[in-house]
C-alpha cells in the first residue's frame, strides 16, 4: 500500500537530506514520540505502533526512512527537486501489504499527514 502527501515549497534534496535526521524525527512527526539509542550503535523509534529500529539512507532527491524490523516492513521518503514537479516536497509511504485493517490504514494516513505538517512548517 502507498500513502503520498505533497507540500509546494521549494527544497533542495541537499537542505533535506541535512535537515532529516534521524535524531530529529520526532520535531517533523508528532506520531513519533521519541528516538532513542538501542544499545547496539543503532536507533529505535517509539510511536504509536511500538517500537521499532529506525534506518537512514541518502536517495536521489533526499532521503528514506525504513523500519526493517516492522512487520509491515515499513519505508518512507522525502524527496524533492524530482520532475514532474521540481518545486515539491512530496512525502510517499510504503508497506509491503496490499490491505490492511481500517485502523492501521487510518494511522499510516495521519503518520504521513503529520509528516506533511511538520515540514510545511520548518520549510
Do not use: Y
Request: hydrophobic share 40%; net charge negative; proline share 7%.
Amino acid at each position: 500500500m502507498e500513502f503520498f502527501a505533497q507540500i509546494d515549497k521549494a527544497a533542495s534534496p541537499e537542505d533535506l537530506q541535512k535537515l532529516l535526521q534521524i535524531e530529529d524525527i520526532p520535531r517533523f512527526c508528532s506520531f513519533v514520540s521519541e528516538v532513542r539509542s538501542d544499545g547496539n550503535n543503532g536507533l529505535e523509534m517509539i510511536s504509536f505502533w511500538g517500537v521499532h529500529t529506525v534506518q537512514r539512507e541518502l536517495i536521489r532527491g533526499g532521503v528514506r526512512f525504513s523500519l526493517p524490523g516492522c512487520p509491515n516492513v515499513m519505508a518512507w521518503t522525502i524527496t524533492s527537486g524530482l520532475p514532474p514537479d521540481p518545486d515539491t516536497v512530496v512525502i510517499h509511504c510504503v508497506i509491503n501489504r496490499s490491505e490492511h485493517d481500517p485502523d492501521f490504514i487510518e494511522s499510516l494516513e495521519a503518520f504521513v499527514e503529520d509528516w506533511k505538517t511538520g515540514l510545511e512548517a520548518a520549510l
